[in-house]
């Protein structure tokens, strides 16, 4: 990784805690940068509310030319998170193709909290999830909130 | 006595004006005699027309209006200042000016004769703001001699590279300050980036291969023309080569874009014949892909839209009679200059000898076997058929050479505004194999793939294997009613 590249991770580290989203809280090493822990509080007006989740940002070695790797360490029930035991994001500004360098950290922080407030079921990564999101909303409900029960307490 | 008081009052005022105004320069050979040049920076962009041939040019700096003031004996009391107005070139019409330097006489008038030099060059300044009214006295542009445009268009672009130099900017890439010397303005949509980033940035695309990522790197950019005209939504415009050698990115690199750039479209099209000698490999000479030859001249018309205008019309004309004159099928080699027949590819053989599209059997080993591979290992584009195998992440594909989104599973076309529907619906074969093989075919090895073509030739397998066993159940079957 380049000396800018590492440069900006630390600019931007700095800016997210000045203006961290709420329920955010960043666990950043010094000594290995490229890899970030997000502690987040499921929000309020959600299903995942009183949920704690732990995130990872990873940054590849050609950030910002390449966007950031976003994955849920906390298994969570949400149609944009792989239900595996990578909990993979791949939607919006966090494609490849659709990622911009003048993109920082801190709008895919943002990003991440508004689609637990409202998930975007058009853009899903697992289908039958977005599927009961749409067409049985109760029982995605009971789902995710059992989930949180589960494995985000 | 009272000489030398006045002479103090015409000193003094000069004094006083060039503590306001340091670039006064007061003429060392006599010193009541200084000059001034104001500068033109209209609030609102001036029009100018130029007429010969017609053209219409919005310009922000012109060239300064030079003041020379002589203050006469007996000033301010008595006389009035005597001054003169130019510019170089002559661009304002000399009636306007001499309307300028009455006005100064005037003033002194009107403030009864004493100091007047001050408000005079207030009044000019702001005569210069608002253009000298030049935009309001005609509704049209205001007409201008052609042979100034240069002169005077270099001008405002000089004053504003001047303008941006001394500006400081923050970079969206690297986040940092940076003065404007160190950036670079995009021609197109105005976004700011520091040339370092930038450089990097196309470097690392045009390297990669990765044509498609040369284009502004501003997220909002192309979004706001997007909800102005909803036809050109997803063509983001790419840069063109004369903008990168402006940035600048060396020679060398903007060439390997464009010659990329070119390959792409060559490949990507399939009516393209290509060199049979093997060391070569090159495309037919054709009208359609002109070979670039010096790209410093390859203007800004480098946008997808237009570039496909141009293929189509082109593709209309030459679709009509190809292949039915026996002349269409010479073909010459645009690398090597081999001249070739594109049916059967051996060299040209004359009009009219018959041939026919070569054998298969003639493909050599090396071919063949990478042929093979292809055959056995790959998913096509269903629009350009390029073949594809995924090393990482999810079946949704993107065509790296013509852009297509398509299933890795079935090679169906996907709709690029919601491509995860495929996924999404139960009657799909599809139905929840977004995420199949995230390792890459032939990743991981616990689920081999092989692409669509692989699949299909397994399934085939299987199927002889399983037609093959039910052939020896029943033949054992017949042994043993027989050894019964």
Redesign the interface.
Known sequence: MSAGAKKRIMREYGECINDTPPGMKINFDEQNMTEWEILLDGPEQSVYSGGHFKLKISFPTEYPFKPPVVSFKTKIYHPNVSNDDKGSMCLGMLRPEEWKPPNKVVSVLRLVHSLLIEPNPDDAIEPSIANEFKENRKEFDKTAKDWVKRYAK | MAELALEDEREEELTSLQAIYPELVVDSSSPFTASLDIRVTPVEPLRLHFPHPPDIQALSHLPPLHLKITLPEGYPSEKPPFLRLTTTPPWIPSSILENLEKECSLQWEEYGHCQVLFSYISYLQEAAECGFGLAHMCSEPFPVATRWKTTLVEYNTQMQREKFNMETFDC?????PKKGSACYRMRRCGHVFCI??LQ??YN?CITEGDM?GVKC???D?GKEKASLSSVRRTKDRLVSPKELLRIPLELPMVQRYVELKRKKKLESDKSTVWCPRKWCQGAARSKKYPKVTDITRIEESDTEPEDENRGEQILEKSTTPQGSTDLDRVAICEDCGYAFCRVCFAGWHGEFVRCWPRDASEISEEEQASMNYILAHTSPCPTCSVPCQKTH??NHM?CFQCKTHFCYLCSSWLDPG?P?QH??DPKKSC??R??EL?EGDEGSGQVQFDGIRGAEAAAQRAAEAAMALQVQEIEAAGQATQEH
């Open positions: 969206g890439i690297c986040l940092e370092a980033c990097d940035f690392n498609n790197l501003s997220p950019c992440g999810c993107s919601n995860y996924f999404n139905f929840e977004l995420w995230e």
